[in-house]
C-alpha cells in the first residue's frame, strides 16, 4: 500500500493558553481520524486486483495509472455544486490474452488483443441523469476502437464505434439483440488516427449519442431491455475495450445533471 500523508492544517491564532492547546490538539486528532478512511480507500483502490483464470492460476490486474476521469459528484454519487474532481481509479478489464494497456501524454492506448483489451472504472458512479464526454481514436486495426460501458440505472449498456469490420456504430444490447441487429444501428466510415468527440447521454427516459456533435443514438427506453453482450461483463459499471484493434482515449469527462437538459424531448 502508498504511504499515507495526512493533510497539514495551521495552528488557530486563538491557541494560547494550555487548555485550548489541549482542545486545538483534540480537534487536530479528529479531523486526522475523519481523513483516515478517505485516504486508505484511495490507496486501496491503487491496489491491483486478481482473478481466478482457472484453478490454480491467478492473474493481476494492474491498476491503469495517470488517465484521469474528471467528475462532480462525491463517493456516494451525489452533485457536489461548482466541484470538479479527478480521478485514475481505472483497472485492465479481465478480458483473455489482452494486449497492453498504457498511458502517454493523458492519453490511454488500449492495444490489440486477442480478441478484446479494456478498461474498468472503480470510482464513484452516478447511474442516471448524466452525460459522458470523451475523445476516441482508433490507431490500428479494423474493428471496433472504443466499445463504451456506461450504466442506465441499475443495467449496463454499450456504445459501440467502428465494430463488426470497421463501421457498424450502435447500442448492445436493446431487446437483447446487440448493435449489429436493432434499431440503433448504422455505418459511418471511421478513418485511422482521427480523434473523433463522443458524448453520451443518459437522462430520464432516453439514452442519447453524439459523434462530432451529430446525433448517432435517440433511443427512448420505456419498456426496453436494455444489456450488453457477455464479453463486456468485465467491463461493468464503466468500461472501455476494443476488439482487434488498438485504439486511445483522452479528455474524459464524467458529468451529472442537475437540470433537464434544453434538448431533452421524449415523443409522447
Known amino acids: 500500500m502508498n504511504d499515507l500523508k495526512l493533510p497539514e492544517y495551521e495552528k488557530p491564532s486563538g491557541c494560547i493558553t494550555s487548555s485550548s492547546k489541549r482542545m486545538c490538539s483534540y480537534t487536530r486528532v479528529a479531523i486526522h481520524i475523519l481523513w483516515l478512511p478517505l485516504l486508505l480507500c484511495a490507496a486501496v483502490s491503487a491496489e491491483p486486483e486478481t482473478t481466478t483464470e482457472s484453478p490454480g492460476e491467478t492473474r493481476v490486474l494492474a491498476p491503469v495509472k495517470d488517465f484521469n476521469i474528471r467528475y462532480n459528484f462525491d463517493a456516494e454519487g451525489k452533485v457536489q455544486p461548482g466541484l470538479m474532481q479527478e480521478s485514475s481509479d481505472w483497472v485492465e478489464a479481465d478480458f483473455g490474452r489482452p494486449g497492453k494497456v498504457w498511458v502517454e501524454d493523458k492519453v490511454l492506448f488500449i492495444e490489440r488483443g486477442n480478441d478484446m483489451t479494456g478498461v474498468r472504472w472503480r470510482g464513484p458512479l452516478v447511474r442516471k441523469d448524466y452525460e459522458l464526454i470523451l475523445d476516441a481514436m482508433r490507431v490500428e486495426g479494423e474493428d471496433f476502437f472504443c466499445g463504451l460501458t456506461f450504466p442506465v440505472g441499475e443495467d449496463p449498456c454499450s456504445l459501440i464505434l467502428g465494430g463488426w469490420g470497421g463501421s457498424l456504430v450502435g447500442l448492445s444490447s436493446i431487446d437483447y439483440a446487440d448493435a449489429a441487429n436493432n434499431m440503433t444501428a448504422r455505418n459511418i466510415t471511421f478513418e485511422n488516427n482521427r480523434w473523433y468527440r463522443v458524448r453520451v447521454r443518459v437522462y430520464g427516459e432516453k439514452i442519447e449519442a453524439w459523434l462530432d456533435d451529430k446525433k448517432i443514438v435517440d433511443l427512448v427506453t ?47
Do not use: F, H, S
Not at 235 to 244: D, E, H, K, N, S
Not at 248 to 265: G, S
Open 222 to 268: 420505456t419498456n426496453r431491455q436494455i444489456g450488453i453482450r457477455w464479453e463486456m461483463d468485465v467491463c461493468v459499471p464503466l468500461g472501455i475495450a476494443t476488439w482487434q484493434t488498438t485504439g486511445a482515449i483522452r479528455n474524459m469527462k464524467y458529468w451529472a445533471l442537475t437540470e433537464k437538459p434544453r434538448d431533452y424531448e421524449v415523443e409522447k
